[in-house]
């Protein structure tokens, strides 16, 4: 019961690192584009395409960002920094929530930054304290006041996020003399009129910016979420398969248990078919017994689980910054503890049920 | 009635054929207590198993009243021996994690009875062997003697017309194993029901009405036992 619940346990923890992963992607929008440098994301884009981009057909409104990579206190505090146009970034992500005056701070101070709630949480920062950040890709020293803390409109929202004022940066690049493009963005986020148009809306976006010096590559938000995942698929998919391993592993652990049982109780079920019990009763008695076994070590895997994520959330900072258990994963969890009960079942019952009665007997 | 007729039993073991029974024919009248005795290996134990429906002849016919339960199928076998079988095993074969009231009505989980009345019936098969002030105790807390009597309580709660018992004084004490043989005795007497015991011990064999010698698969002679 232990090895079901260890595995049930590990499965749902490992389930649930796989699909933090997807996060992302899946709280991505259909009706966002990202508009990228068509080389690499490393490369900036002119903001004088944002122009250009917001007289495209189909579009609403347009948005930018750039990344900072800055480091808050230690290397090991990691969360993503990107430097937007505070107005439009919101309009474009209704799903941030913030309080009106904390927006009106946020607005009004070049230098203020909004931090998701986790971020918050995790530093015990609150609005007016000061976040000094350690530029990597722009050197030197950041300091932002906190204007807002933000909240995700549902559970799958990332609050794990810095932003803080483009203008500002693109200020200080000057001013500080350092050697990165000016004027520049790392990506466009477009919004849509129709989601049915962003295949179309995509390709006269980069029909614009053809043969130019920098081409772009535009595409939804969930698969330019997608492609980060792509990076990193390997290491998921062994993540996967070794959940599925344990898995698997405690179901041969448990029909072995359930052999080796069942082989001392061979004389049990002599002794009930010599009374009259049949086969069927037989197999249904070794499969609910294992069904039992399976089920209390598997819903206590279950329950731990729980536990087990808000453990492993708080030592994982904001790695993981949607990090819960889906309804899949448990549905999962209990498909896989009927599978380890009925799997475990099977060779016992057909021994018991199939044996000679006088051999059982004798062995006894 | 049990009759057997050229009844035939043995095992393979590789390539050789083993045989335990040859050609064995006996009759035994209902309300009989019928001893077989013979050495070890002499095939008592197998025609007690061929009488209680829990192994199948190579030849031959076994009509128990009127039924050839050589020609039924497995299940129907299984069926047939919940209602005319009670088994009393040398070891008590009771199921340790049940009581002694679950071990007696365990056969009748097998009938359509209420649980109230299953209860009625295993604490009055209980009480004809004396053992009412031990229902709640589990095989591990009884006795040798005790757990077979729960045993031949757990054989008459059925009122299965035959009670085939392979060797049950052979795990216990003398005294244990006079008060075994005085109880089948009174059920043969007081309930009628017809007893086939299987036993080495001669003393326990006197018990019966009708003694058959058993040696290396054949009968030998009969006799009469003291009761």
């Known amino acids: 019961m232990v090895g079901v619940a260890v595995a049930i346990l590990s499965f749902g923890l490992l389930s649930t690192v796989v699909d933090s992963w997807y996060a992302g992607a899946e709280g991505a929008s259909s ?46 505090n990691f969360f993503p ?42 530093h015990g920062l609150k609005v007016g304290d000061l976040m000094p950040l350690q530029g990597q890709i722009f050197p030197g020293t950041w300091d932002f006041v906190v204007g807002g803390i933000y909240d995700g409109k549902n559970s799958g929202t990332d609050t794990a996020q810095m932003f803080f004022h483009w203008d500002y940066l693109n200020e200080e690049i000057k001013k500080r003399k350092i050697s990165r493009d000016l004027e520049s963005v790392g990506v466009f986020i477009v919004e849509v009129n129709d989601v049915k148009k962003v295949g179309p809306i995509s390709q006269d ?56 049982t069942s082989k001392e109780r061979m004389w049990e079920y002599a002794t009930m078919r010599s009374l009259g019990f049949d086969r069927n009763f037989l197999n249904k008695v070794i499969f609910f017994e294992s069904l039992f076994l399976s089920g209390i070590g598997g819903f206590t895997g279950i329950v731990l689980t729980f536990p087990a994520a808000t453990l492993f959330r708080s030592y994982t900072g904001t790695l993981f910054p949607v990090f819960e258990i889906s309804l899949a994963t448990i549905s999962t969890q209990i498909c896989f503890l009927l599978l380890i009960g009925l799997v475990a079942s099977l060779f016992p019952a057909w021994k018991a049920s199939n044996g000679k009665i006088v051999t059982a007997l004798r062995a006894a | 009635m049990i009759q057997l007729t050229n009844v035939s039993k043995s095992y393979n073991r590789g390539d050789t054929k083993v045989p335990v029974l040859e050609n064995i024919s006996l009759k035994i009248p209902s309300g009989d207590f019928f001893a077989l005795m013979g050495p070890s290996g002499s095939g008592k134990s197998t025609l007690l198993n061929l009488i209680g429906g829990i192994d199948y002849p190579n ?77 709640n105790h589990k095989p591990g807390e009884l006795s040798g003697g005790q757990q077979q009597r729960v045993a031949v309580a757990r054989a008459l709660v ?8 392979d060797e049950p004084t052979g795990d216990l004490d003398r005294e244990s194993g006079a008060e075994i043989l005085e109880l089948l005795g009174e059920v043969n007497n007081n309930f009628g029901r017809t007893i086939v015991m299987v036993t080495h011990d001669p003393k326990a064999a006197s018990k019966a009405n009708t003694i058959l010698n058993f040696e290396k698969g054949r009968l030998e002679e009969s006799s009469s036992g003291d009761n």
């Open chain 1, 81 to 122: 920094q990107f430097a937007i146009d505070p107005k439009s970034y919101l309009r474009i992500y209704p799903e941030y929530i913030v309080s009106d005056d904390q927006k009106e701070n946020f607005f009004n101070d070049r230098r203020s930054t909004l931090i998701g709630r986790k971020i918050a949480e995790e």
């Open chain 1, 205 to 260: 976006i980069d029909e614009l910016f053809k043969n130019s010096r920098k081409e772009t590559y535009t595409e939804t938000e969930k698969a330019f979420q997608l492609g980060f995942v792509a990076m990193t698929e390997a290491i998921v998919v062994a993540i996967r398969l070794v959940s599925y391993v344990v898995i698997v592993i405690i179901m041969l652990v448990m029909a072995n248990t359930m052999v080796m």
């Open chain 1, 31 to 76: 009706a966002r584009l990202i508009v990228r440098s068509s080389v690499s994301l490393m490369f900036p884009l002119p903001m004088t395409y944002k122009n250009k981009i917001n007289r495209v057909d189909g579009v609403e409104d347009v948005s930018w960002a750039r990344w900072f990579g800055g480091v808050y206190k230690e290397p090991k």
């Open chain 2, 59 to 135: 030849t031959g016919t076994i009509v128990i009243n009127s039924i050839d339960i050589t020609e039924l199928s497995e299940s129907g076998l299984t069926s047939w021996r919940a209602e005319n079988i009670g088994f009393i095993f040398q070891f008590y074969n009771l199921l340790p994690v049940l009581t002694a009231l679950e071990n007696v009505a365990l056969p009748l989980q097998l009938k359509p009875l209420s649980q109230k009345k299953r209860k009625a019936l295993a604490l009055n098969a209980l009480e004809k062997v004396g053992l009412l002030d031990r229902i």
């Open chain 2, 158 to 165: 059925t009122d299965a017309p035959v009670i085939v018992a």
